[in-house]
């Protein structure tokens, strides 16, 4: 190579900028818009297939972070190692596709938004069979812990100290209900900060970092995920421990459940889709008008099927 070109090489080199390895804040809205979508339009039983295995990706992520702690006696490092643990199982979710119903309360109210607040019957199927199926994931993988005795009574007595400390706010009366929800609503604030940090990282490293930083926070914190309470209810219903159903659903996960809707759907999802609302791509928001108003015409003339697929 002559003197000259590689002055000329040299130049280039120096000029040039490394490829930016993250997604701006509008991109990521507009790729919860499309996923969105994309989940909307999946026939019902791919919908129950992805939500049961995300329920037992969340039901790992538990076994992780009780399997990790054990034997730890700082606080901290006990903390730490629980969110790492649990970071497992939502790394699972997020980069297999799975339907995780607190990642749906993040990805659908942008796409909602765009329909002027106009909320399907085929939205509320999606919402319905995805919670259903996250929980028989996780009940599916507890019972396959129970039976195959590979966990013995150290696991299941620390089990135990995890379960006390999501069932404390029940002995509280009704401002311990109120409590669980303000809990789920911080907790599914985190897990979607986490969503947002994953999709905007462009390679599965930064991925999993963005994934296990505000996972980290959510656990330390115990706060209340109602699909993190499935796994390590799940894990536990069939030693016996002193938590019925009763308590369970309708004192933890109900609660839980609507601040995970507010804290992921309203604090997370609306807010950053009207910040950037100027900032979308006009060609994605004309496609999900299109969509929308395909979906709607369909519900009013009673074309949408259980099971149906758009292609």
Known sequence: MSKGAENKASETTKHEKPERQYYFPAQIVESFIKKGKESLQTTYMAQFILSVLAGAFIAFGALGSVLLTMDVDSQGVMNLLAGIGFTIGYAMVFLSGSILFTEVNIL????????????????????????????????????????????????????????????????????????????????????????????????VVGKILGIM?????????????????????????????????????????????????????????????????????????????????EIEHKDQHGEMKPGSHKE
């Open 108 to 203: 659908l109210p942008s796409y909602i938004m765009q329909s002027k607040y106009w909320i399907s019957k085929k939205l509320l199927y999606f919402w319905l069979i995805c919670y259903i199926g996250n929980f028989l994931g996780a009940l599916f993988v507890g019972f396959l812990l129970n039976f195959s005795g590979s966990l013995h009574g150290e696991f299941y007595d620390h089990l135990l100290t995890f379960m006390e400390k999501k069932m404390e706010f029940t002995h509280r009366g009704t401002w311990g209900w109120f409590q669980v929800l303000f809990s789920g609503i911080l907790a599914n604030w985190l897990i979607g900060a986490a969503a947002v940090l994953a999709t905007a990282a462009r390679d």
């Open 213 to 293: 930083l505000p996972v980290i926070i959510f656990e330390a914190g115990n706060f209340q995920h109602a699909v993190a309470n499935m796994g390590y209810f799940s894990i536990s219903v069939l030693e016996g421990f002193d938590i019925s159903w009763y308590k369970f659903i309708l004192l933890n996960l109900f609660p839980a459940t609507i601040g995970n809707l507010i804290g992921g759907g309203i604090l997370v999802s609306l807010l950053l889709s009207y910040a950037y609302k100027e900032e979308i791509d006009e060609g994605v928001l004309k496609e999900e008008e299109e969509a929308i108003d």
